[in-house]
T-cell receptor, first 116, second 107 residues
Framework: NAGVTQTPKFRVLKTGQSMTLLCAQD?????MYWYRQDPGMGLRLIHY???????AKGEVPDGYNVSRLKKQNFLLGLESAAPSQTSVYFC???????????????FGPGTRLTVT | GENVEQHPSTLSVQEGDSAVIKCTYS??????FPWYKQELGKRPQLIID?????GEKKDQRIAVTLNKTAKHFSLHITETQPEDSAVYFC??????FGAGTRLTVKP
């Protein structure tokens, strides 16, 4: 199993450009999450999904959109990038079922995004 | 609103010493209390977790203790080693991540 993968690993954008970050998991997890991590700071939740076709806002959703058309994929979009969105973006997933290990978050390797 | 506080924000110990990090939360309904470790440039990974029906859990050199009445749980690392140097995050279920504790273990 590859676990949670993210594409791309690095990206540089100019202000106003758009892009989509792809997260994929092969563990049949129900829940998926997008976080951003700024230097020296913790993880802040952008959006999350509790199943295929569902999305919900997290702590810092402004400037981002998401889609979960397939259970294994969770896409994060930036329509008009701003320098304040320079960050490392992590995707994560959890089984989402009432099992002993169902709440552990499995993280992808991260995408380092710079907006100039 | 929900509140998660983690202390200290930085911790420096000598190799072989113990380290303790505390996480205080506000939502009494939370029932799952994990700790994640993030090494420099890497992804966070779960190192230990506890559920609200137990007070303590150990896994070799690490342990987690829970005081549900006081709404806090702590990570304990004994006999610290340089490879324990990392940032540690708490994350009570359905709440935000703690701000993190940067642990440095000096050889």
């Amino acid at each position: 199993n590859a676990g949670v993968t993210q594409t791309p690993k690095f990206r540089v954008l100019k202000t106003g450009q758009s892009m989509t970050l792809l997260c994929a998991q092969d563990m049949n997890h129900e829940y998926m999450y997008w976080y951003r991590q700024d230097p020296g700071m913790g993880l802040r939740l952008i959006h999350y999904s509790v199943g295929e076709g569902t999305t919900a806002k997290g702590e810092v959703p402004d400037g981002y959109n998401v889609s979960r058309l397939k259970k294994q994929n969770f896409l994060l979009g930036l329509e008009s990038a701003a320098p304040s969105q320079t960050s490392v973006y992590f995707c994560a997933s959890t089984p989402g079922l009432e099992l002993p290990s169902s709440y552990e978050q499995y993280f992808g390797p991260g995408t380092r995004l710079t907006v100039t | 609103g929900e509140n998660v506080e983690q202390h200290p924000s930085t911790l420096s110990v000598q190799e072989g010493d113990s380290a303790v990090i505390k996480c205080t939360y506000s939502d009494s309904a939370s029932n799952y209390f994990p700790w994640y470790k993030q090494e420099l440039g890497k992804r966070p990974q779960l190192i230990i977790d506890i559920r609200s029906n137990v007070g303590e859990k150990k896994d070799q050199r690490i342990a987690v203790t829970l005081n549900k009445t006081a709404k806090h749980f702590s990570l304990h690392i004994t006999e610290t080693q340089p490879e324990d140097s990392a940032v540690y995050f708490c994350h009570p279920r359905d709440m935000r991540f703690g701000a993190g504790t940067r642990l440095t273990v000096k050889p």
